[in-house]
Nanobody
Framework: QVQLVESGGNLVQAGGFLRLSCAAS????????IGWYRQAPGKQRELVAT???????NFADSVKGRFTISRDHAKNTVYLQMNSLKPEDTAVYYC??????????WGQGTQVTVSS
């Protein structure tokens, strides 16, 4: 199973920006979909942004226009650029990969805290 490792989480003021990275131990082509989810305290994990087959992207309504997702196949890495951060973006952000066969891969998560 391909391992995923997130990095880039931090404490930032509202209106600021962060870039999260998700490094895969193997090729991103192992996944039919890969992207980011987040889980805030007391809430369910939710989709933030993903790439799926045919290179289409999907964003949560709450982050559209502020977050972008990109990937570098040479580095086996997916990025989440987060701009105009809000306190409600505070959460643990997880990288998720859905392989063509088998169970999903999840990273260990990286904490993003946005202060008001």
């Amino acid at each position: 199973q391909v391992q995923l490792v997130e990095s880039g989480g931090n404490l930032v003021q509202a209106g600021g920006f962060l870039r999260l990275s998700c490094a895969a131990s193997g090729s991103l082509f192992n996944f039919r979909a890969i992207g980011w989810y987040r889980q805030a305290p007391g809430k369910q994990r939710e989709l933030v942004a993903t790439f799926s087959t045919s290179d289409s992207t999907n964003f949560a309504d709450s982050v559209k226009g502020r977050f972008t997702i990109s990937r570098d196949h040479a580095k086996n890495t997916v990025y989440l650029q987060m701009n105009s951060l809000k306190p409600e973006d505070t959460a643990v952000y997880y990288c998720n990969g859905q392989p063509w066969y088998g169970d999903d891969s999840w990273g260990q998560g990286t904490q993003v805290t946005v202060s008001s």
